[in-house]
C-alpha cells in the first residue's frame, strides 16, 4: 500500500510537470522576451547555449570539489558578483545632454519632487511627490553635492548598486552552493531587470531603485534579526521598515505588513497553546505598529511646530486613488491565463504552504526569510494586478526568483546531484524534484547566459557612460537625442557624440526651453521671489536650472490628473496666485490630457492673465514632429 502511494505521488508529480510544460508552450505569451530583434538573436545564438552549459556544470562541479577549493572559488565569485554589479550601478549617471531626458514623462515625475524639497518646499505639506517622501533623504546629499541631471541620477546608481549587492550578499549567506550564487543572482538580474525591459536605454527610476531599495533592506535587516532574535534587532528593523513607508508608501507599507506578519507567526508557532498562540501573535503586531505611529506622529509633530501645519499624510494617496480608480477594482479579474504571473503565484502558493509547515516544526531562519519573501512577494504582486503588462510583471517576480534559488539550493544539498555521472540512467530522472531541480538550474544558466551577452544588445552597447562625455573621442558615435529629419513630420535624425564633439552649439530641445525661460525672465525682470508657473513637458528640468520653486503643490505638468489636481490648477489661477505662466504648449504635454490642456486651461488663462510674448521652440515628437510655441502670461491686476 505504501509503495502504490508513493508510485500514485510520483505519477501526480509527473503529470503537473507536463502540465506545466504544455502551458508554456502552447498558452503563456513570451513574445515580451523575444519583441526586442537584437535580443531575439541571441535565442539563436550557438555561444549562449554553449555559455549556459558551461554554467550549468559549473554548478555541479562545484559541488565536488574540495573544502579549500570551494573557498577559493567562493572569493573570486564575490569579486566577479561585485564588479559587474558596480557596472550596472554605472549606467545609471548621465547628464543634461544625455538622451534620457528624452523620457519626459517618468524622469521629470521624479526629478520635480528631489528640485522642489531641494528649494525648500516640503512634502505632505505643499507638494505631492507621485512616488513618495523620498526626496527627504536625498535632499542632505544634495546640499553636499548642489542638485543637477547628473547628482541625481550618481545618487540612484549608488543606490540601484547597493540593491544588487545587498541581495547578492543574502544570496550568499543563505546558500551553500556558491557557484548557484553566481547563476542565480545573474539570473535573477538579467529577469528583473533585463529580460522585458530596455533597460538602460530606458532608466526608469520610479522602480529601479526607488521601489526596490526598502525591500532589499527588509530582507537584510530581517535576515539579522532571525539569526539573532533580540530586541535590538527587532526594533532597529521595525525603524527601518517605518521610515521604508516615508520613502514610498506603496511598497513600504508592504514590507512593514510582511515583515510585522512573519514575525508575530514565529511567536505563534513556538507557543504550546491556541490561546498563549493567538495572544503572542496579537501583541507581536502591536509592538510592531507602534514604532510606525510614533515616527509618524513625531513627523507631524515636527510639521506643527516648524510649519504651523499638520503633515497631510492623505496627499500621498491621491496619486494611488487615481490609479486605481482607473482599473477594475477587482484587479486581479483583468489579468489572463496567458501571462507567466501563473508562475510567479504557483511559487508562492508552494512557498506560503512550505515555510509556514516547517516553521511549526524546526527553528531555521532560512525557512522564516522564505516566509518574509513569499508574503512581501504576494503583497507587491498587487502591482501587477493594476498594471498588467510583462515589464511590470518582471519587475515584481523577484521575491518568488530569490525563493526557487534558494529551494535549489536545499536540493542540491540532500543528493549533491552528482548528475554528470548519473545522467547516463534514467532512473536518476523518476525522481521528479531532481527533474525540477536540473530544469531549474538549466533555466537560471541560461538566463545567466542571456545577461553575460546582453551588451551585444543594440541599445545596450549604445548607452552612453557618463565618462565618455569628457573624452571627446570625435569617433565616437553613439547616439544622443533625436532632432526632426528632412524627409516629413515623422521623418528623425539622431544627434551623435561625434555631432555634438564637432559643434558644442547644438542644445537639446529640454535645453533650448530653459535658456528661453531664461531670457523672457531677465528681459522682464521677473524676481526669484515672484511666483512663476512653469507649465511644460520639462518643468522639473527648467526649475532645477533656475533655482525656483514652483507655487503649485502638482507632481509636474504632465501628471497633474494623476494626482487629481486639474480643479485646484484651474482655481489657482483664476484666483491668479501667480505672478507669471509660462505656457509650453508641447504637443507630448497638450496630448497628456486632450481638452484639459487645449481648452480649460487657455480658457481660464486668458480671462485671468495677459498674454505678454510668444516665441518659437524647437520642435518635439508626438505622432510626428510638431511646432511649439512658448507663451509668457502675466497677471491682470
Same mark, same amino acid.
Given at each position: 500500500?505504501?509503495?502504490?502511494?508513493?508510485?500514485?505521488?510520483?505519477?501526480?508529480?509527473?503529470?503537473?510537470?507536463?502540465f506545466?510544460?504544455?502551458?508554456?508552450?502552447?498558452?503563456?505569451?513570451?513574445?515580451?522576451?523575444?519583441?526586442?530583434?537584437?535580443?531575439?538573436?541571441?535565442?539563436?545564438?550557438?555561444?549562449?547555449?554553449?555559455?549556459a552549459?558551461?554554467?550549468?556544470?559549473?554548478?555541479?562541479?562545484?559541488?565536488?570539489?574540495?573544502?579549500?577549493?570551494?573557498?577559493?572559488?567562493?572569493?573570486?565569485i564575490?569579486?566577479?558578483?561585485?564588479?559587474?554589479?558596480?557596472?550596472?550601478?554605472?549606467?545609471?549617471?548621465?547628464?543634461?545632454l544625455?538622451?534620457?531626458?528624452?523620457?519626459?514623462?517618468?524622469?521629470?515625475?521624479?526629478?520635480?519632487?528631489i528640485?522642489?524639497?531641494?528649494?525648500?518646499?516640503?512634502?505632505?505639506?505643499?507638494?505631492?511627490?507621485?512616488y513618495?517622501?523620498?526626496?527627504?533623504?536625498?535632499?542632505?546629499?544634495?546640499?553636499?553635492?548642489?542638485?543637477?541631471?547628473?547628482?541625481?541620477?550618481?545618487? $540612484?546608481?549608488?543606490?540601484?548598486?547597493?540593491?544588487?549587492?545587498?541581495?547578492?550578499?543574502?544570496?550568499?549567506?543563505?546558500?551553500?552552493?556558491?557557484?548557484?550564487?553566481?547563476?542565480? $543572482?545573474?539570473?535573477?538580474?538579467?529577469?528583473?531587470?533585463?529580460?522585458?525591459?530596455?533597460w538602460?536605454?530606458?532608466?526608469?527610476?520610479?522602480y529601479?531603485?526607488?521601489?526596490?531599495?526598502?525591500?532589499?533592506?527588509?530582507?537584510?535587516?530581517?535576515? $539579522?534579526?532571525?539569526?539573532?532574535?533580540?530586541?535590538?534587532?527587532?526594533?532597529?528593523?521595525?525603524?527601518?521598515?517605518?521610515?521604508?513607508?516615508?520613502?514610498?508608501?506603496?511598497?513600504?507599507?508592504?514590507?512593514?505588513?510582511?515583515?510585522?506578519?512573519?514575525?508575530?507567526?514565529?511567536?505563534?508557532?513556538?507557543q504550546d497553546?491556541?490561546?498563549?498562540?493567538?495572544?503572542?501573535?496579537?501583541?507581536?503586531?502591536?509592538?510592531?505598529?507602534?514604532?510606525?505611529?510614533?515616527?509618524?506622529?513625531?513627523?507631524?509633530?515636527y510639521?506643527?511646530?516648524?510649519?504651523?501645519?499638520?503633515?497631510?499624510?492623505?496627499?500621498q494617496?491621491?496619486?494611488?486613488?487615481?490609479?486605481?480608480?482607473?482599473?477594475?477594482?477587482?484587479?486581479?479579474?483583468?489579468?489572463?491565463?496567458?501571462?507567466?504571473?501563473?508562475?510567479?503565484?504557483?511559487t508562492?502558493?508552494?512557498?506560503?504552504?512550505?515555510?509556514m509547515?516547517y516553521?511549526?516544526?524546526r527553528?531555521?531562519?532560512?525557512d522564516?526569510?522564505?516566509?518574509?519573501?513569499?508574503?512581501?512577494?504576494?503583497?507587491?504582486?498587487?502591482?501587477?494586478?493594476y498594471?498588467?503588462?510583462?515589464?511590470?510583471?518582471?519587475?515584481?517576480?523577484?521575491?518568488?526568483?530569490?525563493?526557487?534559488?534558494?529551494?535549489?539550493?536545499?536540493?542540491?544539498r540532500?543528493?549533491?546531484?552528482?548528475?554528470?555521472?548519473?545522467?547516463?540512467t534514467?532512473?536518476?530522472?523518476?525522481?521528479?524534484?531532481?527533474?525540477?531541480?536540473?530544469?531549474l538550474?538549466? $533555466?537560471?544558466?541560461?538566463?545567466?547566459?542571456?545577461?553575460?551577452?546582453?551588451?551585444k544588445?543594440?541599445?545596450?552597447?549604445?548607452?552612453?557612460?557618463?565618462?565618455?562625455?569628457?573624452?571627446?573621442d570625435?569617433?565616437?558615435?553613439?547616439?544622443?537625442?533625436?532632432?526632426?529629419g528632412?524627409?516629413?513630420?515623422?521623418?528623425?535624425?539622431?544627434?551623435?557624440?561625434?555631432?555634438y564633439?564637432?559643434?558644442e552649439?547644438?542644445?537639446?530641445?529640454?535645453?533650448?526651453?530653459?535658456?528661453?525661460?531664461?531670457?523672457?525672465?531677465s528681459?522682464?525682470?521677473?524676481?526669484?521671489?515672484?511666483?512663476?508657473?512653469?507649465?511644460?513637458?520639462?518643468?522639473?528640468?527648467?526649475?532645477?536650472?533656475?533655482?525656483?520653486?514652483?507655487?503649485?503643490?502638482?507632481?509636474?505638468?504632465?501628471?497633474?490628473?494623476?494626482?487629481?489636481?486639474?480643479?485646484?490648477?484651474?482655481?489657482?489661477?483664476?484666483?491668479?496666485?501667480?505672478?507669471?505662466?509660462?505656457?509650453?504648449?508641447?504637443?507630448?504635454?497638450?496630448?497628456?490630457?486632450y481638452?484639459?490642456?487645449?481648452?480649460?486651461?487657455?480658457?481660464?488663462?486668458?480671462?485671468?492673465?495677459?498674454?505678454?510674448?510668444?516665441?518659437?521652440?524647437?520642435?518635439?515628437?508626438?505622432?510626428?514632429?510638431?511646432?511649439?510655441?512658448?507663451?509668457?502670461?502675466?497677471?491682470i491686476?
Amino acid at each position: 500500500m505504501k509503495l502504490d502511494n508513493q508510485l500514485s505521488t510520483k505519477y501526480l508529480q509527473w503529470f503537473f510537470i507536463v502540465f506545466l510544460l504544455y502551458f508554456s508552450f502552447f498558452i503563456v505569451s513570451w513574445e515580451s522576451y523575444t519583441v526586442i530583434g537584437s535580443r531575439k538573436l541571441l535565442l539563436t545564438n550557438p555561444f549562449v547555449w554553449l555559455l549556459a552549459f558551461l554554467f550549468l556544470y559549473f554548478v555541479f562541479f562545484y559541488e565536488i570539489l574540495k573544502q579549500n577549493m570551494k573557498v577559493k572559488l567562493s572569493r573570486y565569485i564575490k569579486i566577479l558578483i561585485i564588479l559587474s554589479v558596480l557596472y550596472i550601478g554605472y549606467h545609471v549617471p548621465f547628464n543634461e545632454l544625455h538622451g534620457y531626458n528624452e523620457n519626459a514623462q517618468n524622469f521629470q515625475n521624479v526629478l520635480h519632487a528631489i528640485v522642489q524639497v531641494y528649494l525648500g518646499k516640503v512634502i505632505y505639506y505643499d507638494i505631492i511627490s507621485q512616488y513618495g517622501g523620498f526626496p527627504f533623504f536625498l535632499k542632505p546629499i544634495l546640499l553636499l553635492t548642489g542638485v543637477s541631471v547628473l547628482s541625481v541620477s550618481a545618487i $540612484f546608481g549608488f543606490i540601484l548598486a547597493t540593491v544588487f549587492l545587498i541581495w547578492a550578499f543574502i544570496l550568499s549567506k543563505v546558500i551553500e552552493n556558491k557557484a548557484l550564487v553566481l547563476v542565480g $543572482f545573474f539570473g535573477y538580474v538579467y529577469i528583473h531587470l533585463y529580460s522585458t525591459g530596455l533597460w538602460p536605454y530606458q532608466l526608469t527610476f520610479f522602480y529601479y531603485p526607488i521601489r526596490i531599495l526598502f525591500p532589499s533592506l527588509m530582507i537584510l535587516a530581517a535576515f $539579522f534579526y532571525f539569526k539573532n532574535p533580540n530586541n535590538k534587532n527587532f526594533l532597529v528593523t521595525v525603524f527601518i521598515l517605518s521610515l521604508g513607508i516615508i520613502w514610498n508608501v506603496d511598497v513600504g507599507i508592504v514590507c512593514f505588513l510582511a515583515f510585522a506578519f512573519v514575525t508575530a507567526f514565529d511567536k505563534f508557532c513556538n507557543q504550546d497553546s491556541l490561546l498563549r498562540r493567538l495572544k503572542s501573535f496579537i501583541y507581536r503586531i502591536l509592538k510592531c505598529f507602534i514604532v510606525p505611529i510614533v515616527l509618524l506622529f513625531f513627523v507631524s509633530l515636527y510639521y506643527k511646530l516648524s510649519l504651523g501645519s499638520w503633515a497631510d499624510y492623505t496627499m500621498q494617496f491621491a496619486v494611488h486613488e487615481y490609479y486605481i480608480k482607473g482599473r477594475t477594482t477587482l484587479g486581479m479579474s483583468r489579468l489572463s491565463l496567458d501571462g507567466t504571473w501563473i508562475y510567479i503565484f504557483l511559487t508562492y502558493l508552494f512557498s506560503l504552504n512550505y515555510s509556514m509547515y516547517y516553521m511549526f516544526r524546526r527553528n531555521d531562519y532560512i525557512d522564516k526569510i522564505i516566509l518574509l519573501l513569499t508574503i512581501f512577494g504576494i503583497g507587491s504582486f498587487s502591482y501587477h494586478a493594476y498594471t498588467y503588462v510583462p515589464q511590470v510583471a518582471a519587475r515584481v517576480s523577484y521575491p518568488a526568483l530569490i525563493i526557487i534559488i534558494i529551494f535549489l539550493d536545499r536540493e542540491l544539498r540532500k543528493d549533491n546531484l552528482k548528475i554528470f555521472s548519473k545522467i547516463k540512467t534514467l532512473n536518476y530522472f523518476n525522481n521528479p524534484n531532481k527533474f525540477i531541480t536540473f530544469s531549474l538550474i538549466c $533555466f537560471f544558466s541560461f538566463c545567466t547566459s542571456l545577461f553575460v551577452m546582453e551588451y551585444k544588445v543594440d541599445f545596450n552597447s549604445e548607452h552612453i557612460k557618463i565618462h565618455e562625455f569628457y573624452l571627446k573621442d570625435l569617433r565616437n558615435s553613439k547616439r544622443l537625442w533625436h532632432a526632426p529629419g528632412p524627409n516629413g513630420i515623422r521623418s528623425t535624425k539622431i544627434i551623435r557624440m561625434s555631432d555634438y564633439f564637432a559643434n558644442e552649439d547644438l542644445i537639446p530641445r529640454w535645453k533650448d526651453r530653459y535658456i528661453k525661460v531664461k531670457r523672457l525672465i531677465s528681459k522682464y525682470e521677473i524676481e526669484k521671489n515672484e511666483k512663476v508657473i512653469i507649465f511644460s513637458t520639462w518643468d522639473a528640468y527648467i526649475y532645477m536650472k533656475l533655482q525656483m520653486k514652483s507655487p503649485l503643490s502638482i507632481p509636474n505638468s504632465y501628471h497633474i490628473m494623476q494626482a487629481n489636481q486639474g480643479q485646484y490648477v484651474l482655481d489657482h489661477i483664476k484666483n491668479k496666485k501667480a505672478d507669471w505662466i509660462f505656457f509650453d504648449k508641447d504637443p507630448f504635454l497638450l496630448h497628456a490630457k486632450y481638452s484639459y490642456w487645449t481648452k480649460e486651461i487657455p480658457e481660464i488663462l486668458s480671462q485671468s492673465y495677459n498674454q505678454v510674448e510668444i516665441i518659437p521652440l524647437m520642435d518635439n515628437y508626438h505622432d510626428g514632429w510638431r511646432q511649439t510655441n512658448l507663451i509668457l502670461y502675466k497677471k491682470i491686476d
